[in-house]
T-cell receptor, first 115, second 114 residues
Framework: DQQVKQNSPSLSVQEGRISILNCDYT??????FLWYKKYPAEGPTFLIS?????DKNEDGRFTVFLNKSAKHLSLHIVPSQPGDSAVYFC??????????????FGKGITLSVRP | NAGVTQTPKFRVLKTGQSMTLLCAQD?????MYWYRQDPGMGLRLIHY???????AKGEVPDGYNVSRLKKQNFLLGLESAAPSQTSVYFC?????????????FGPGTRLTVT
């Protein structure tokens, strides 16, 4: 049972345009959501996060939106740059699971930004 | 600060062989994790530790054992490797309870079992 879903495996956008990466979840107990970015042959790196008590968090070119009623979050990258080409993982935290920081990850979306 | 380091980076094993993957972090983090990543799959938690001397099972623990004898190190062992354990293994660490939930990842170990 996949609790965090990234249904689109890939996305291609033109440099300078907006990239919108989507993530859906099924567990209403998730209280914190994170986006990680991964380049080939490297480990994932933290990008941005949002608490379930908020509906938006912004950090430079990156904005994450959370719609709790729809159990949906999205990552917006504006403007997109070729260096943003990577795999993006959505992750969610369920509290009281023994390890306070235990995360459930989606399968990832491969973003390609065309020059 | 080296962050999270993993040894080795690559390894090829034959079915039935054993090996240990080493993860080390120099950030004084309490929590450490082992994940595996397979094509078309997200990161799946194998085992984790909430402090020195403690370990717990994650989502896919079968065929693996772990130990956390020192706070900075987290070892993942394969006692009898199987082809199904061919994967990329990532170690991660985080500050722990009460802090922001960001996990810091190592560069990964690519393991092939033939």
């Amino acid at each position: 049972d996949q609790q965090v879903k990234q249904n689109s495996p890939s996305l291609s956008v033109q440099e300078g345009r907006i990239s919108i990466l989507n993530c859906d979840y099924t567990n209403s107990m998730f209280d914190y959501f994170l986006w990680y970015k991964k380049y080939p042959a490297e480990g994932p790196t933290f990008l941005i996060s949002i608490s379930s008590i908020k509906d938006k968090n912004e950090d430079g070119r990156f904005t994450v939106f959370l719609n709790k009623s729809a159990k949906h979050l999205s990552l917006h990258i504006v403007p997109s740059q070729p260096g943003d080409s990577a795999v993006y993982f959505c992750a969610a935290r369920q509290p009281y699971t023994g390890a306070n920081s235990k995360l459930t990850f989606g399968k990832g979306i491969t973003l390609s930004v065309r020059p | 600060n080296a962050g999270v380091t993993q040894t080795p980076k690559f390894r090829v094993l034959k079915t039935g062989q054993s090996m240990t993957l080493l993860c080390a972090q120099d950030m004084n983090h309490e929590y450490m994790y082992w994940y595996r990543q397979d094509p078309g799959m997200g990161l799946r938690l194998i085992h984790y530790s909430v402090g020195e001397g403690t370990t717990a099972k994650g989502e896919v623990p079968d065929g693996y054992n772990v130990s956390r004898l020192k706070k900075q190190n987290f070892l993942l062992g394969l006692e009898s490797a199987a082809p199904s354990q061919t994967s990329v293994y990532f170690c991660a660490s985080s500050l722990g309870q009460g802090f922001f939930y960001e996990q810091y990842f190592g560069p990964g170990t690519r393991l092939t079992v033939t």
